[in-house]
């Protein structure tokens, strides 16, 4: 290439590099007295998140707690991972009194609350068909086997995580389960209603906590 012509391509590419960074320095510098235009349309504001509605209408609302000692279910080998998702096992289902046999319709949904002293609590809340009696259950694991509980181990013999080691599993041939079933009813003077449940360990020959 002649030399004068491969000189003025370099001067011309020098030029253009040059341009390039004056344009990127005076965007990110603006000029001195440089003063934003107060009519500009501002960025919009993120909309926050709507806490969850723990007493919709047509739905039985409340809580599950169990004592702290007890640990909570080992989800995985972390225990803030666990206690993190603490919630994930539970479930409240409604049962036809007349057939025994639970609505599959809808699902309750759980949401991790805050501790109550010595007790974890998750909440949940139960859409339900109105102006019809149902037994409500608390239980943990799949429905499949409804009204029975789930008999995997891990919910109802296994030992848990992150409680004191001396109660975090039944004593011997005791197992985890939940205070009584309750009847809900909602018409229309009564949209909402609240039942809460605790989880405790049944004994063999008893009928009440341990």
């Not at 919709?56 to 080992?74: E, F």
């Not at 409604?94 to 057939?99: E, F, G, W």
């Not at 149902?134 to 995580?161: C, K």
């Amino acid at each position: 290439m002649i030399p004068a012509k491969r000189f003025l391509l370099l001067s011309i590419a020098s030029l253009l590099l040059l341009a390039t960074l004056s344009l990127t320095l005076q965007a990110q510098d603006p000029p001195k007295g440089y003063h934003p235009n107060p009519n500009a349309t501002p960025l919009p504001t993120p909309t926050p998140m709507a806490a969850p509605d723990y007493q919709p209408l047509w739905a039985v609302n409340g809580k599950i707690r169990w004592k702290k000692s007890y640990g909570v279910v080992p989800l995985s080998p972390h225990l803030q991972t666990s206690i993190n998702n603490r919630c994930i096992s539970f479930y409240v289902a409604a049962l036809d009194p007349r057939t025994n046999q639970p609505l599959r319709s809808d699902h309750s949904q759980m949401f991790k609350a805050d501790d109550e002293g010595d007790y974890h609590v998750c909440r949940y809340t139960l859409k339900l068909p109105s102006n019809q009696q149902w037994r409500l259950v608390a239980q943990m694991g799949g429905d499949g086997l409804l009204p029975e509980p789930d008999p995997n181990p891990l919910f109802l013999t296994r030992a848990w995580i992150g409680g004191d080691p001396s109660q975090s599993k039944p004593p011997t041939g005791g197992m985890r389960a939940f205070t009584g079933s309750k009847y809900v009813t909602l018409d229309r003077r009564n949209s909402r209603a609240t039942m809460d449940f605790e989880l405790y360990y049944a004994l063999p020959r008893s009928d009440g906590p341990r």
